[in-house]
C-alpha cells in the first residue's frame, strides 16, 4: 500500500496532526495576547491612577508660633463656649504669620502672606482652645494645615520655571515658603483629613469620609431591598411559576431591564420617589431604590441561572422521600445555589457601587459638607465625588481625584474578596 | 397473516428501539400494526393479594402518549421486575406511582391507581404523604450534598417521624444497617455521602427510602451506573428487603430482573405486553414479542 502515490492512513493522520497542534498552538498564543493585553491596560489604568493620586495620601503643614491672644479670643474677658466659639482665630493666625515675616507691608502683600495657610487653620486653633481653655494667654508652636497651593508646590506640582504672571502663586510667596523650609517649619504629613472629613471648597480640607458613608448607606438601602426581592423572584420564577405567555413576558422583560442605561432608572426614580412620592432629594434612600431598580435584574438573572445549574437528580431525591416542593427550594436548592446567588449579588453591588448617572438626576451631586448619619441625610456618592472633583479647578483635586479612585477601587476589591470567601465558605456544603 | 406482519417487522421494532430513533416513515407504519395487534396484555396482571393496582393507565406527554391501557396490580412483599427494551415507558409507568410525573409539567395521567385502596390520584391525596409510603430510587445515584447521616435523617425528620436525637440515631442506625452500608459507614458518619463510591452512593440511596419506612420501594435502575460487584450487593439487598417491602424494580438487565423478581412485567412501545411468574416469562414467554426481547438479548 505503501508503494502506491497514496499514504497511508497514518501518514495523512500524521501530516494533519502536526497541523492540528499547530492550530491549537496558535490558539494558545492568541489567548495569552489577550491577557497580556488586558493587564496591559490594567497596569497602564493603574499606574496613572496611583501615579497621580498617591501624593494625596500626604499634606503640607506649617509651624506657626501662635500667641492666643486673649483681645482677639474673649474681648470681654468672659470664658463661656460661645465666646470660645466665635474667637476670632483667623486674626490670631495672621497676627502670628506677621510676626514671622515682619518685613511684608502692604494690603496686597499681607493678603498673599496669609494665604499660605489654609482656612482650616482656625480650626484647628479653635478646637485646640475648645480642648484647653488655659491655653489662652499663653504661646505656643502649632502645626497647621498649609494651603493647597503650598502644597502643591510642596510636592512639585508647581513649577517654578514658569513665569510669575502664568503661576497663581507668586514669587514673594515661594520666597516666604523657602524661608519657612529653611527654618524647618514645613513638613509633609500622613494626610488624615483626607480620611475623616467630607467635602470642601478648599481641597487640603476637603476628604472622601463623607461620599464613602454615602455610598455605604446607598448600598445599604440596596442590598437590602435587592437581595430579598431579586432572590424571591428568581426562586419564583425558576421554581413554582408555570412556562406560559406571562412569564415568558416577564423573562424578556427582566433580561431587558438589564439592558436599559442607568440614567433612566434615575429619571424614573426622579419622578417616583422624589417628585410622586415626595422622599428626600440627595438622599441614599432614594439612591438605593433607583439602584436597587438597576441591580435587581442582574441578582434575578444569576440567580436563576444558579437555580438552574443545580442538578435535577438533587430536587427528584428530595420529592422522593416526600418533601414538599418549598421543602425542596429551601432544604437542598438554595443552598446549592447560594454561592451563584452570591456572586450575581455581588456584582449588582460592585455595579451600583460604581453606579454616577441614576444619582446625578436625584440630587447626590450636591456640595455636601456633613458627613451623612443615615439614609435620609443629603450625601454624595464615591463616584460622583469622583465626578466632582474631576471638575473642580484647583489644581489640588486632581490629585485628590486619583485618589479618591483608589479608595473607591479598593472597597470594590474588598467586595470582590468578601464575595469570593462567601462563596467558598458557602461551596463546602457540597 | 397477522402472525407473520409482526415476525416481520419484530426486527425492525426491537432494531428501532435500541438506538431509539425512527427516521423511516414505512418502518413506523409497520410498527404501528405490529402494536395494534399486540397491545392485549397476555398472562397474569393481577394480584390476590395487591399493594397498589393499576387500572387503565394512559400516559400522555403533551399529545404523545407514552403509556397505552396499562393495567397491572403490584403484589404485597412481591419484587416486580419492569424490563423491555429502552424507551417502552418503564421509566413513566413506574413513576406514576408515586406521581412523581407530578413534576414534569407537559406530563397527563389517566385512569385509576390505588395504594391499599387509596386512589392516589384523588385531590384529596397529599402527594407529601404518597411519597412517603411509596419510596423511590433513582438510576443515578443521587445522595444530598450533606453528611451521610444527615442524608438518611431528611426524610424523617421533614415527616416528624422520631420524637428526638435518640431515636433519630436508631433510624438511621437501622436503616444504613438493612441497606448493608452501617459497617462501611459507620465511623463517617459526619462525613459527606458524595464522597462514597458508586454502589455506596445507591445503597445510602436506598437507605435514605428506608428511612421512611415506605410500603413501597420504586427502583428505577438502580444498578445501571454501577459496576458488577456493587450491582451484585444492591441484588442481594434486593432480595432481603422483600420481607419488609414491596419492591417494583425497573432494569434493562434481564439476567438481573430474573435474579431478584417474583414477577416480571414486559414493555413494548407504551403497552404492557405480558406479565407472568418471571420463571415462566423467562423460560416460556406466552406472546411473541417477549420471547423476541428476551431470545434477542440472550443470543
Ligand atoms: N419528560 C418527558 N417529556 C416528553 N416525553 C418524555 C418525557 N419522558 C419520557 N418521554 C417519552 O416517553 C417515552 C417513554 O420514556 P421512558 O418512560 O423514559 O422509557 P424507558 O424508561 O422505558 O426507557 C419515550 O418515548 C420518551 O421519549
Ligand atoms: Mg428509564
Known amino acids: ?430 | 397473516m397477522v402472525d407473520t406482519i409482526i415476525t416481520q417487522g419484530q426486527t425492525d421494532v426491537i432494531g428501532a428501539m435500541d438506538n431509539s430513533e425512527i427516521d423511516n416513515p414505512a418502518e413506523v407504519e409497520s410498527k404501528a400494526i405490529t402494536h395494534r395487534d399486540a397491545r392485549d396484555t397476555v398472562g397474569e396482571p393481577f394480584s390476590k393479594d395487591p399493594r397498589m393496582t393499576c387500572r387503565n393507565v394512559n400516559v400522555f406527554y403533551g399529545e404523545k402518549q407514552a403509556i397505552h391501557d396499562v393495567s397491572l396490580d403490584i403484589g404485597a412483599n412481591e419484587v416486580i421486575a419492569m424490563i423491555g427494551p429502552s424507551g417502552c415507558g418503564k421509566s413513566t409507568f413506574l413513576r406514576c406511582l408515586n406521581r412523581m410525573n407530578d413534576t414534569v409539567d407537559s406530563c397527563r395521567v389517566e385512569g385509576n391507581i390505588h395504594m391499599n385502596n387509596d386512589d392516589i390520584y384523588n385531590k384529596s391525596m397529599d402527594v407529601v404523604l404518597l411519597r412517603a409510603r411509596v419510596g423511590m430510587v433513582f438510576q443515578k445515584p443521587n445522595p444530598f450534598p450533606k453528611s451521610i447521616y444527615d442524608n438518611i435523617a431528611y426524610g424523617p425528620r421533614i415527616h416528624g417521624l422520631t420524637k428526638n436525637k435518640v431515636e433519630l440515631d436508631e433510624v438511621v442506625e437501622s436503616s444504613l444497617k438493612r441497606a448493608g452500608l452501617w459497617t462501611e459507614v459507620k465511623d463517617r458518619l459526619d462525613q459527606p455521602g458524595t464522597g462514597l463510591s458508586g454502589g455506596q452512593q445507591q445503597r445510602l440511596c436506598i437507605a435514605r427510602a428506608i428511612a421512611v419506612s415506605p410500603d413501597v420501594i420504586l427502583m428505577d435502575e438502580p444498578c445501571s451506573a454501577l459496576d458488577p460487584i456493587a450491582t451484585a450487593h444492591i441484588e442481594d439487598l434486593i432480595d432481603e428487603l422483600r420481607q419488609n417491602f414491596t419492591i417494583a424494580i425497573v432494569t434493562h438487565s434481564m439476567q438481573q430482573a430474573a435474579r431478584v423478581s417474583q414477577r416480571t412485567a414486559y414493555f413494548h412501545l407504551g403497552y404492557l405486553i405480558e406479565v407472568g411468574q418471571t420463571d415462566q416469562v423467562f423460560t416460556n414467554p406466552k406472546h411473541q414479542l417477549t420471547e423476541d426481547y428476551i431470545t434477542g438479548r440472550f443470543g
Open chain 1, 1 to 430: 500500500m505503501n508503494n502506491n502515490s497514496t499514504p497511508s492512513v497514518e501518514d495523512r493522520v500524521r501530516a494533519s496532526l502536526k497541523k492540528r497542534y499547530a492550530r491549537e498552538k496558535r490558539f494558545q498564543y492568541y489567548g495569552i495576547g489577550a491577557i497580556l493585553i488586558s493587564l496591559l491596560f490594567l497596569c497602564v489604568l493603574f499606574g496613572d491612577i496611583i501615579s497621580k493620586g498617591y501624593t494625596a495620601f500626604q499634606q503640607t503643614y506649617v509651624k506657626l508660633d501662635i500667641y492666643f491672644d486673649p483681645a482677639l479670643i474673649t474681648p470681654e474677658g468672659q470664658m463661656d463656649q460661645n465666646t470660645l466659639i466665635h474667637g476670632d482665630y483667623s486674626g490670631i493666625i495672621k497676627q502670628s504669620l506677621r510676626d514671622a515675616f515682619p518685613n511684608v507691608s502692604g494690603r496686597q502683600d499681607k493678603r498673599k502672606l496669609y494665604s499660605i495657610v489654609s482656612n482650616g487653620a482656625s480650626h484647628t486653633l479653635r478646637k485646640k482652645v475648645l480642648a484647653h481653655p488655659e491655653l489662652i494667654g499663653k504661646k505656643q508652636s502649632v502645626w497647621v494645615l498649609a494651603d493647597d497651593e503650598i502644597d502643591m508646590l510642596i510636592k512639585g506640582h508647581i513649577s517654578r520655571d514658569i513665569p510669575e504672571e502664568d503661576r497663581r502663586l507668586k514669587d514673594n510667596q515661594i520666597q516666604w515658603v523657602d524661608q519657612l523650609m529653611a527654618d524647618g517649619r514645613i513638613e509633609k504629613r500622613f494626610n488624615t483629613t483626607f480620611f475623616t472629613s467630607g467635602d470642601s471648597r478648599d481641597p487640603e480640607m476637603a476628604g472622601i469620609l463623607g461620599a464613602a458613608a454615602g455610598s455605604f448607606y446607598t448600598l445599604l438601602v440596596t442590598l437590602a431591598l435587592s437581595f430579598p426581592i431579586g432572590i424571591a423572584a428568581a426562586i419564583y420564577l425558576e421554581e413554582f411559576a408555570p412556562q406560559n405567555r406571562f412569564t415568558d413576558f416577564i423573562e424578556v422583560n427582566i433580561n431587558n431591564l438589564a439592558a436599559v442605561p442607568s440614567i433612566v432608572f434615575g429619571l424614573l426614580g426622579l419622578a417616583i420617589f422624589i417628585n410622586f412620592l415626595g422622599l428626600p432629594r440627595s438622599a441614599p434612600l432614594v439612591g438605593g431604590l433607583v439602584l436597587t431598580l438597576m441591580t435587581l435584574p442582574t441578582i434575578i438573572i444569576a440567580s436563576r441561572a444558579a437555580l438552574k445549574s443545580v442538578p435535577y437528580s438533587i430536587r427528584e431525591a428530595a420529592l422522593g422521600v416526600g418533601a414538599s416542593k418549598m421543602q425542596v427550594v429551601t432544604h437542598h436548592v438554595l443552598p446549592l445555589a447560594m454561592p451563584g446567588m452570591l456572586t450575581g449579588t455581588i456584582i449588582g453591588m460592585a455595579q451600583a457601587l460604581g453606579e454616577t448617572a441614576p444619582l446625578l438626576v436625584i440630587g447626590m451631586v450636591a456640595f455636601v459638607v456633613d458627613i451623612p448619619g443615615g439614609i435620609t441625610d443629603p450625601s454624595t456618592a464615591l463616584p460622583v465625588q469622583v465626578f466632582l472633583w474631576a471638575d473642580s479647578p484647583e489644581r489640588a483635586f486632581v490629585e485628590r481625584t486619583s485618589a479618591a479612585i483608589m479608595v473607591l477601587l479598593g472597597f470594590l476589591a474588598l467586595m470582590n474578596i468578601t464575595g469570593v470567601l462567601l462563596r467558598k465558605r458557602f461551596e463546602r456544603r457540597w
